[in-house]
């Protein structure tokens, strides 16, 4: 049992900022890393931005430089800080885990998402 949940999504006009978490909870044996993809209507779910347990990120191109990636090992959390935000940012943000379950090997989890909207 494995739940990925995120928060902290919203209306937000352009310009903007939003923090979004993510927790993991469970039967949690390992995390190797956590990240954030987003998917707005009629496009394709991207990445937004990757962590490792070790600390190395990545970004997708569109978000480079305005968006904040970090994560808590011990507390099995992720945070994306999102500033000047622009109306092609609206998608909803899915937290994803790569991680392992107690006596099972690594795989792709995947949290329900979060609404990002931004709007005048």
């Known amino acids: 049992q494995v739940q990925l949940v995120e928060s902290g999504g919203g209306l937000v006009q352009p310009g903007g900022s939003l923090r979004l978490s993510c927790a993991a909870s469970?039967?949690?044996?390992?995390?190797?890393?956590m990240g954030w993809y987003r998917q707005a209507p009629g496009n394709q779910r991207e990445l937004v931005a990757s962590?490792?347990?070790?600390?190395?990120?990545n970004y997708g191109d569109s978000v480079k430089g305005r968006f904040t990636i970090s994560g808590d090992n011990a507390k099995k959390t992720v945070t994306l800080q999102m500033n000047n935000l622009k109306p092609e940012d609206t998608a909803v943000y899915y937290c994803?885990?790569?991680?392992?379950?107690?006596?099972?090997?690594?795989?792709?989890?995947w949290g329900k998402g979060t609404l990002v909207t931004v709007s005048s």
């Open positions: 994803q885990g790569l991680l392992s379950i107690t006596n099972q090997g690594l795989g792709i989890h």
């Open positions: 962590i490792t347990s070790g600390g190395s990120i």
């Open positions: 469970g039967s949690i044996f390992m995390i190797n890393a």
